[in-house]
């Protein structure tokens, strides 16, 4: 019996280790380039404080240690969300084997590892990537306190869930969540004090934050007010078609992103709880149904991001795990094909095309408008670099109409320098918040205009000449993308950018 258990070790880690490989040899692939989140947290860990206007701070110090330890580079920041990847399903696995057996704990990791948030959480360094590895660290460690009664582990959660506010601000979800069960289960009584201490150590992640936001006129809480509808509810505008319209769009989002393949099974593992009403099995689910809610009622106002809830559904794999163990043949092998078709098929795309069974130009086709916003940055790079030199400029500063563009240049222009952005409508972000382009007024630099989406300036920064006009078109394995406008400009006059007045 122990050498079974013993292999269900080893298949976890090979099956892990696998999938992180795939992760990497999909980072090194040439044409793949940073996404454009990506490459904005980048450049905060290139601009380092307390906290940032839409996010903590946890993302930009993670990528400023992997780059200062393996350059900057897509390894440099994606590591970060690989080994995220591999945290989140060694927890599920030693969670799942802590409440019922290694092999629970090896078809747990395997669930999560194929729900599509993961892929996406442990592929993009985003700052998803964190908060799900300490979201589900701190079900874990909160668990096992509240089973075992010890102080020790109320601790280690507290500390997890201060770590998950410093990922993002969400991780907050975990105290009503795990109020709610305290208080189902009867355990609020003897679980009180510990769960103050935890409440206590967990509010020192929310420091940084207090701090960032004193200074800067609480930008960040009114951006995350703006997010949830609160400066754009117009009441004699509300219609509840397209309240219902969204969430219907929403609750289908939902069923995707932890895998339609394995939609049979969810609603087995649904029916299983309903009808046992078993106190570990509402512990696992309680989080993340909790977060399904909250953010179902705020796409009643607004629409909500697919991956906004995501990272609270870890303790579903487990709990379809154990479900699976109970469950006749025939819904084993249902689930299991669910399981490997879940992990399989992305892994596939994700790998370099070995065998060629990738390379007819439909698929291709495809291909690019499913990674459309990882391609071409490196190309534009290069080719403003090239302009730079057949034109011999010197005193140059590049910027953009979206702080996108303007931060996959910062990454893969040479010498990785601070890029700029004129607001040309678009809501506030980061770089509003940063020095601007007014230092350059009147200082006979060079400006390179870069926009996907104008023309023109239109008004925005004024100069004294234009040296330069073209329209760059890169290819992706020969299909043609959209064009992208390079200015460039000498000595600018006057610099008038858009004031956002929306978070």
Known sequence: MATDQAKYSLHFWL???????????????????????????????????????????????????????????EIAVRINAILSGIGVAWITFLFGSYLYSKKVGFWSAAVIQGMPFWWLASTFHVTDSSLTFFWILTIYFSYRGIKEEKKG?????????????????????????????????????????NFLIFFAISSLGLVPLVIWNWQNHFDTFKHLAALAGADGIDLKQFKITDAVNRFIIYSNEQLAIISLLLLPSWLGMIYFILKRKNAVMAFLV????????????LS????????????????????????????????KVISKWGIFLSIGLPAIFLLPDFAKIKSNKLFRIKEQKVIVRLLGHRNL???????????????????????????????????????????????KNQFDLWNGMEKFIGQKNTGIFVSWNFDSMEGGAIFQQLIHEESFLSTYHGIPRRAVKIQIWKNLLEYRPNIPSSY
């Open 15 to 73: 099956l892990t280790l696998g999938l992180a490989v795939t992760k990497i040899l999909f980072t090194l692939r040439p044409e793949i380039n940073l996404f454009t989140e990506e490459a904005h947290y980048w450049l905060w860990s290139r601009n380092m404080a307390w906290h940032y206007y839409s996010k903590p701070p946890l993302v930009a110090l993670l990528n400023l240690l992997s780059t200062s330890l393996m350059g900057h580079t």
């Open 153 to 193: 582990w109320w601790v280690a959660a507290g500390i997890a869930t201060a770590v998950g506010l410093m990922a993002k601000l969400v991780m907050a979800l975990i105290y009503p969540s795990l109020l709610l069960f305290l208080f189902y289960n009867k355990k609020w009584n003897s679980q009180k004090i």
């Open 286 to 297: 309680t989080p993340g149904i909790s977060a399904f809610w909250l953010f179902a009622c």
């Open 300 to 331: 009643l106002i607004d629409e909500v991001n697919i991956n906004w809830p995501a990272f609270a559904y870890c303790g579903f794999a487990i709990a379809l795990g154990k479900w699976m163990e109970l469950q006749t043949k025939s819904w």
């Open 381 to 427: 790079a290069e080719r403003i670099d090239y302009l730079k030199d057949s034109l011999a400029i010197q005193k140059d500063f590049i910027f953009s109409d979206s702080y996108h563009t303007a931060s996959e240049l910062s990454f893969y222009l040479s010498g990785h320098p601070q890029t700029y952005v004129l607001n040309m409508g678009s809501r």
